[in-house]
């Protein structure tokens, strides 16, 4: 069950819909980012986790898509669940606003609870983010 769960949640995330996105997640959810990555710079994002349904909501219905313009998709290879808990390898390709090519590979860590999503760990090379979203990116 944690896998579909967690597949669910990846494809509601991917539909950047407001209702779709708040059906996977608990209402006091919590996503963590590496601090200062690309995403959150580029953003203006506050700093910290984004705690609560409706932030993460906002976020990948509507400032995600600011910055993943277009040709987003993510490719899981690996997908691990124990229970309450799951770990995602994946690789995440978009077309940046800017026009760059974004290719990065992440580690997601789930925490399931009552079937939702209530907390998920990102994982990332953060310094290859940022060479894409802000720099050459020749030295990928």
């Not at 992440?106 to 939702?116: A, D, N, R, S, T």
Request: hydrophobic share 40%.
């Amino acid at each position: 069950m944690t896998n579909t769960v967690i597949q669910n949640a990846f494809q509601a995330l991917a539909s950047r819909d407001p209702d779709q996105i708040s059906s996977v997640l608990t209402e006091d959810a919590e996503w963590l980012s590496p601090p200062g990555n690309a995403t959150a710079v580029a953003l203006k994002t506050p700093p910290g986790p984004m705690v609560g349904r409706a932030a993460i909501v906002r976020f990948f219905a509507e400032d995600f898509p600011r910055l993943f313009a277009r040709d987003l998709d993510v490719t899981v290879h690996h997908l691990h669940s124990d229970g309450e808990r799951g770990v995602v390898e994946a690789t995440v390709t978009a077309t940046l606003a800017n026009g760059n090519h974004y290719v990065n590979d992440f580690c997601f860590v789930f925490e399931l609870q009552g079937g939702l999503v209530h907390r998920v760990r990102e994982y990332t090379d953060t310094a290859r983010g940022h060479r894409m979203v802000f720099g050459d990116v020749s030295q990928q």
